[in-house]
């Protein structure tokens, strides 16, 4: 057995299942499908925080035409900060409500079971245990960043509860001739009381116990673990093992990252842009665009500088391939590298290609900590070309310099793999090329 | 003549099926292909003749199998080289070769 063979063998059979494992189980696969529903409500609460956070310091003074529309917008938006950001805290501002709601539907779905009643009774559970109501008001403070994790629990939870009670075929009983329709009108019943109850129960438990409410007591609990999520060990780690399974060709962000991160970033995002908000510095640096501009610039793996040096390679193949891979790459899809070069089992490009996009991502955290690019608050679409991206997502034009920067560093990084590679290309092209000729 | 394929956005399979379509030749009759991202797959999959998932998401195939046998419909992952390279002809033919098993 070669390298590669050998490789292969113990990469498959150890990852491979582990790979389905977290993509088929089905609390994180819901979870997962939870947190997807709400992409386009974190979209629109970051259009809207653009809208009220135009990029210019305060203390700028209309010397140009540029700066004149700048100034006016700024201050604009601060005139009407309430009206504008009225549709932000509607929508990121209270996140976790569509978390749970999307999390009940998924799994409730997955189970066949009646999403809509599924999803209602998360609801009315999640406000009793997360906002409670006092004097006609009912209180947004944990129902947002701070609740997602109690929304995920809850939405998660009481599904189970309700599918619990129906498979002991604990429902009301109604006595022969009434009609289906009446009993079945009757079917969520039991389900909202016993969820409602026992997570009523639970949450006065823990207020007495703690003197907190649930989800304050949840994030006092994950408080050191998402700690350690937002720091460079557990960003290049997460990278690390991401392209471990993308060196076998299979999709390691969506296991890793999307699969088991997701939260977090998630959480990380919310509490950024409520602090911008708020006037307060930004406390995360980990987080879905952070993840895609910085770590992933061009694809899985940082390849964005790898499909650079392919489009001039004098190497056929690699010239091909980087024709059909650049455009893709700019909106960091790269199928095509990985598939084509090909990056999966390829001993010669193991290393970058597993171990560059931690790089990007420990120097990005490092020079975020020390305020030389500000953390991203915006979700963008991470199909945006990686400087928009940037931009867009920390609205700082300092990010897009640290695309480039990263950008080129990855180039230096992948060169000597590179040339390798494509001397190994060259001379096999050659090789056949003779072989033809010989036939001619 | 209905192909499915899957990959985990649904994003570079898009690439793919534009490639496939431009192989299309008539007298392969009427071909339909669409891309879907893998949590989709279960909605859709009944209405298609074939299905191909992208190499990335391959841990998906034993899963999947289970709700195509169901249907009876031939599911295959395609070629990593043919996927990478976005040889739409390629793998047209590999969805062809499918059906007539």
New interface residues.
């Given amino acids: 057995m070669n390298f590669s063979e050998r490789l292969n063998s113990v990469l498959e059979n150890y990852l ?1 299942p582990v ?2 494992l977290i ?2 189980q089905r609390h994180l696969k819901s979870m997962r ?1 939870g947190l ?1 529903y709400t992409i386009p409500f974190t979209i629109m609460g970051g259009l809207v925080l653009i809208v009220a956070n135009p990029p210019i310091a305060k203390d700028v003074l209309p010397s140009n035409f540029f700066l004149k529309f700048m100034v006016a917008w700024r201050d604009w938006a601060a005139a009407n900060a309430y009206a504008i950001q009225l549709p932000f805290k509607m929508t990121m501002g209270i996140m976790a409500l569509f978390v749970v709601i999307g999390v009940a539907y998924s799994l409730a779905r997955s189970y066949k079971m009646d999403t809509l009643s599924a999803s209602t009774i998360a609801v009315a559970t999640f406000l009793i245990v997360a906002a409670p109501i006092k004097d006609g008001n009912i209180p947004a403070g944990y129902i947002d960043a701070k609740g997602i994790f109690t929304a995920v629990i809850i939405g998660l939870g009481s599904v189970e509860i309700t599918r619990f009670l129906k498979s002991r075929n604990i429902t009301i009983k109604m006595p022969e001739g009434v009609p289906p329709a009446v009993t079945s009108s009757f079917d969520a019943l039991i389900p909202l009381g016993v969820n409602v109850l026992f997570f009523y129960f639970v949450s006065l438990v823990v207020q007495k116990l703690s003197g907190m409410i649930v989800p304050q007591a949840i994030m006092t609990i994950l408080a050191p673990a998402i700690k350690v999520v937002d720091s460079a060990p557990a960003i290049f780690l997460a990278a690390t093992l991401a392209q471990l399974f ?1 060196f076998v ?3 390691g ?2 296991i890793v990252k999307t699969g088991l991160l997701q939260p977090f970033l998630d959480q990380n995002i919310l509490a950024n842009a409520e602090a911008v908000l708020s006037g307060n510095s930004l406390p995360y640096v980990f987080t879905n665009p952070f993840w895609a501009y910085f770590m992933v610039l061009g694809g899985s793996g940082a390849t964005l500088g790898f499909t650079l040096m392919c489009v001039r390679s004098k190497s056929k193949q690699l010239n ?2 980087g024709k ?1 891979a650049l455009l ?1 790459a700019l ?1 960091n ?10 990056m ?1 089992l390829n001993p010669i490009m193991f290393i970058p290609f597993v171990f560059v996009q931690g790089i990007n991502g420990v120097i990005a955290f490092y020079l975020t900590k020390l305020n030389f690019v500000n953390a991203a608050f915006i979700n963008v679409p991470w ?1 945006t070309p990686a400087p928009i991206g940037a931009f867009l997502a920390t609205m700082d034009w300092r990010a897009i310099i640290l695309v480039f920067a990263l950008l080129i560093l990855d180039m230096v990084l992948y060169y000597p793999f590179f040339k390798i590679y494509e001397k190994q290309l060259i001379e096999q092209e050659g090789e056949e090329e003779g072989i033809q000729e010989e036939v001619v | 003549m209905k192909i499915l394929l899957v ?3 649904g ?2 399979t898009s ?1 793919v099926v534009e490639k496939m379509k431009k192989a299309v030749k008539p007298e392969y009759g009427e071909v339909v292909i669409d891309a879907v991202p ?2 989709r797959f279960e909605e859709v999959v009944k209405d298609y003749d074939v299905v191909l998932l ?7 195939k ?2 999947f199998e289970k709700i195509t046998g169901e249907f009876g419909i031939p599911l295959e992952v395609i070629n ?2 043919d ?4 040889r739409g002809d390629k793998i047209l033919e590999q969805a062809l070769k499918l059906t007539q098993k």
Avoid at chain 1, 333 to 342: D, L, M, Q, R
Avoid at chain 2, 83 to 86: E, H, I, L, R
Wanted: net charge negative; aromatic share 10%.
């Fill in positions: 491979l790979a389905g993509a088929n499908d997807i993308w060709g299979i999709h962000a969506s091909a391939l059909v893709p909106f899809i790269n199928e095509p590298i990985i598939f084509g070069t090909p999966v199909t | 990959c985990a956005a994003m570079s690439l893998v949590d992208g190499p990335q998401i391959r841990y998906k034993k899963d990593p080289t996927y990478g390279m976005v």
